[in-house]
């Protein structure tokens, strides 16, 4: 079945930066899209961007640009977000979805998430 | 960017009766092209990721069971939990697919009165 599962969990001080991963299995890994989306503690979910597997081309979040990459491994099928000059407020679970359709569908399944703690 | 407008922000039902949320956009969701709402409802419990209930904001998952439903079309939309089970406790998202950024609406919790 289709699965996809996150790295664990990280601590992280101010202004450091964290790599989350997501492998994936279960279908052909470059014809869906994956989509990064987080949790703040007590908050809701906020989408953060879209990348495609295929090429590795991606879509961010205005909120996240410049600080968010998205980055793809065809040979292991795993998906990569990377978030630098981290702060407080980015503590959050974060999540990795793919996408239903092609970047116009919505996101099943959802990896387990991996909780990022930011503090000093 | 489209914003989702939930509410309530939370609601607690006795066992058996019905629950229903409301989710409004700020732009309708409605594809002109194929005649689909681009909205679909989560379920989202406490250290599991959130789960898809319903798509196309009235086609129920497979596996969902029917007591939830969804309706509505445009800019508003309602998910309604026909007879709220002890398992049905969690917070429950819209979100819009039409355009990027995807956006949530805030969530409304469903608690047990």
């Known amino acids: 079945q289709v699965q996809l599962v996150q790295s664990g969990a990280e601590v992280r001080e101010p202004g450091a930066s964290v790599k989350v991963s997501c492998k994936t299995s279960g279908y052909t890994f470059i014809s869906y899209y994956i989509n990064w989306v987080r949790q703040a503690p007590g908050q809701g979910l906020e989408w953060m961007g879209i990348?495609?597997?295929?090429?590795?081309?991606?879509n961010y979040a205005r909120k996240f640009q410049g600080r968010v990459t998205m980055t793809r491994d065809t040979s292991t099928r795993t998906v990569y977000m990377e978030l630098s000059s981290l702060r407080s407020e980015d503590t959050a679970v974060y999540y990795c979805?793919?996408?239903?359709?092609?970047?116009?569908?919505?996101?099943?399944?959802w990896g387990q998430g991996t909780l990022v703690t930011v503090f000093s | 960017d489209i914003v989702m407008t939930q509410s309530p922000d939370s609601l607690a039902v006795s066992l058996g009766e019905r629950a229903t949320i409301n989710c409004k956009s700020s732009q309708n969701v409605l594809s002109s092209s194929n005649n689909k709402n681009y909205l679909v409802w989560y379920q989202h419990k406490p250290g599991q990721p959130p789960k898809v209930l319903i798509y196309?904001?009235?086609t129920r998952e497979s596996g969902v069971p029917d007591r939830f439903s969804g309706s509505g079309s445009g800019t508003d939309f309602t998910l309604t939990i026909s007879s709220l089970q002890a398992e049905d406790v969690a917070v429950y998202y819209c979100q819009q697919h039409y355009s990027t950024p995807r956006t949530f609406g805030q969530g409304t919790k469903v608690e047990i009165k």
């Open positions: 979805a793919r996408d239903t359709n092609m970047g116009l569908g919505w996101f099943d399944p």
């Open positions: 196309w904001a009235s």
């Open positions: 990348i495609n597997p295929s090429g590795g081309s991606t």
